[in-house]
């Protein structure tokens, strides 16, 4: 069965990093694109990031542009989220999120880890 | 940027009613809507995407329709797990893939 396992939140300081591991299991990782999308503490959802299935297109909301990088490792089954520069207001639980369809970049999120909470705050 | 309202905020109803939730786009976003439910704790799961199309494993009392710039789920009789928070979704724009602010359905 798919499998998405995030790692890698903790509690981070305003303007510093973190880095973000999404473990992906049960499918093909190579063939499908990748998302990021958070949710801040009570609040609703956030659509972050993608990755195309070859990394060859790479999308970001404008509230982190310039400051994460999406990145993904297709020999380790792995996605990836550098987060620099982190603001309080990037404090959230970040879900890493299969696209629903094979090869397109689809735009919809068809499977989703249980998310990592990062938290900024001095 | 393509904006999405949802109404109503709460919706409170009881087990075995139907739940109608809206979902309004600022602009056309063809059919280009999906919806999902999030429970407390849990990752949200998709339930329908291109406005009416089913996800795996989504039971048939989930219903979607509409298209352009207003969009319906509907839940024809409710069961006690579907009380959770709905959130539309559009990606009409895959570069600015947004969300809705949610509806609740919590038990009357």
């Known amino acids: 069965q798919v499998q998405l396992v995030e790692s890698g939140g903790g509690v981070v300081q305003p303007g510093r990093s973190l880095r973000l591991s999404c473990a992906a299991s049960g499918f093909t990782f190579s063939h499908y694109a990748m998302h990021w999308v958070r949710q801040a503490p009570g609040k609703g959802l956030e659509w972050v990031a993608i990755?195309?299935?070859?990394?060859?297109?790479?999308y970001y909301a404008d509230s982190v542009k310039g400051r994460f990088t999406i990145s993904r490792d297709n020999s380790k089954n792995t996605l990836y989220f550098q987060m620099n520069s982190l603001r309080a207001e990037d404090t959230a639980v970040y879900y890493c999120?299969?696209?629903?369809?094979?090869?397109?970049?689809?735009?919809?999120?068809?499977?989703w880890g249980q998310g990592t909470l990062v938290t900024v705050s001095s | 940027e393509i904006v999405l309202t949802q109404s109503p905020a709460t919706l409170s109803l009881s087990p075995g009613e139907r739940a109608t939730l809206s979902c309004r786009a600022s602009q056309s976003v063809s059919s280009y809507l999906a919806w999902y439910q999030q429970k407390p704790g849990q990752a949200p799961r998709l339930l329908i995407y291109?406005?009416?199309t089913r996800a795996t494993g989504i039971p048939a009392r989930f219903s979607g329709s509409g298209s352009g710039t207003d969009f319906t789920l509907t839940i024809s009789s409710l069961e006690p797990e579907d009380f959770a928070v709905y959130y539309c979704?559009?990606?009409?724009?895959?570069?600015?893939?947004?969300f809705g602010p949610g509806t609740k359905v919590d038990i009357k």
């Open positions: 999120a299969r696209d629903l369809q094979q090869w397109l970049v689809d735009g919809y999120f068809e499977y």
């Open positions: 979704q559009q990606r009409s724009n895959w570069r600015g893939e947004t």
């Open positions: 990755i195309s299935y070859d990394g060859s297109n790479i």
């Open positions: 291109d406005a009416l």
